[in-house]
């Protein structure tokens, strides 16, 4: 069985910091590459960041271009994003998700996995 956790949301004051996490079982962990995406209630689901299976290719939004860092610790089954100078744009839930193959995209529709997703709220 697959499962997809993210955790790390919470609250945080503008101008703070982050860490999400996003663990994965069920799935060769390397097999994967992942993203981040972002919701606000009444609004499309928002590409975040994604990284490829090997972790060498990464990429971002402009909206979190230079404030947010994607990772992944393969031996830990991992997923990470550093989120700094958070602004109250960045006010949403966080998914994270997963797809079978080597290169991530910024579709939604390409990812096959996600998680139920954490919430982060910037108070300004």
């Known amino acids: 069985q697959v499962q997809v956790v993210e955790s790390g949301g919470g609250l945080v004051q503008a101008g703070g910091s982050l860490r999400l996490s996003c663990a994965i079982s069920?799935?060769?962990?390397?097999?994967?590459?992942m993203a981040w995406f972002r919701q606000t209630p009444g609004e499309e689901r928002e590409w975040v960041s994604c990284?490829?299976?090997?972790?060498?290719?990464?990429l971002y939004a402009d909206s979190v271009k230079g404030r947010f860092t994607i990772s992944r610790d393969n031996a830990e089954n991992t997923l990470y994003l550093q989120m700094s100078s958070l602004t109250s744009e960045d006010t949403a839930t966080y998914y994270c998700?997963?797809?079978?193959?080597?290169?991530?995209?910024?579709?939604?529709?390409?990812?096959?996995?996600w998680g139920q997703g954490t919430q982060v709220t910037v108070s300004s």
């Open positions: 069920g799935l060769r962990f390397d097999d994967l590459a």
């Open positions: 990284i490829g299976r090997s972790g060498a290719r990464t």
């Open positions: 998700a997963a797809r079978v193959g080597l290169a991530c995209t910024t579709h939604s529709y390409d990812y096959r996995y």
